[in-house]
C-alpha cells in the first residue's frame, strides 16, 4: 500500500506553484500584447494622418431626376435580381449507393456474424 501514499501538503504545494507559474505567464501575456495595441494604434494614426487623402465634396440629394450613374447602378440591381443566373435546385438527395472499403459492412469492427 505505499505506492498510494500520497503527501497531500507536496502535492498542494505542486499545484500552487502551478498555478502561480500559469497565471503569471498570462498576466504578462496581457500586459504585452495591452502595449503592442497601443503602439500600433499610434503608428496606425500617424499612416493615416498622412495618407489621407482630400475628398472630392458630396453633393446634396436632390428630389429630381437621377443622374446618368445612379440609373445604370438601378439598372444593373434590377438585371441581377431578376434575371435566370442562378442555379435551380430541385431539392432531391442524388447520392448513390456505393461499395468501397469505407462503407462496407464485411470490414467493421462489430462484425459477429461469421
Same mark, same amino acid.
Given at each position: 500500500?505505499?505506492?498510494l501514499? #500520497?503527501?497531500?501538503?507536496?502535492?498542494?504545494?505542486?499545484?500552487?506553484?502551478c498555478?502561480?507559474?500559469?497565471?503569471?505567464?498570462?498576466?504578462?501575456?496581457?500586459?504585452?500584447?495591452?502595449?503592442?495595441?497601443?503602439?500600433?494604434?499610434?503608428?496606425?494614426?500617424?499612416?493615416?494622418?498622412?495618407?489621407?487623402?482630400?475628398?472630392?465634396?458630396?453633393?446634396?440629394?436632390?428630389a429630381?431626376?437621377?443622374?446618368?450613374?445612379?440609373?445604370?447602378?438601378?439598372?444593373?440591381?434590377l438585371?441581377?435580381?431578376?434575371?435566370?443566373?442562378?442555379? #435551380?435546385?430541385?431539392?432531391? #438527395?442524388?447520392?448513390?449507393?456505393?461499395?468501397?472499403?469505407?462503407?462496407?459492412?464485411?470490414?467493421?469492427?462489430?462484425?459477429?456474424?461469421?
Amino acid at each position: 500500500m505505499e505506492i498510494l501514499a #500520497i503527501v497531500w501538503g507536496e502535492a498542494f504545494a505542486f499545484a500552487g506553484f502551478c498555478m502561480l507559474v500559469v497565471f503569471t505567464v498570462l498576466t504578462l501575456l496581457v500586459g504585452v500584447l495591452t502595449v503592442w495595441g497601443k503602439v500600433m494604434a499610434k503608428q496606425g494614426a500617424k499612416q493615416q494622418v498622412a495618407a489621407a487623402p482630400v475628398a472630392a465634396p458630396v453633393r446634396a440629394a436632390s428630389a429630381g431626376e437621377p443622374n446618368e450613374q445612379e440609373k445604370a447602378a438601378i439598372a444593373a440591381a434590377l438585371y441581377l435580381f431578376f434575371g435566370n443566373n442562378h442555379d #435551380i435546385e430541385s431539392y432531391a #438527395i442524388t447520392m448513390k449507393d456505393v461499395q468501397s472499403p469505407w462503407n462496407d459492412k464485411s470490414y467493421g469492427i462489430n462484425n459477429l456474424h461469421r
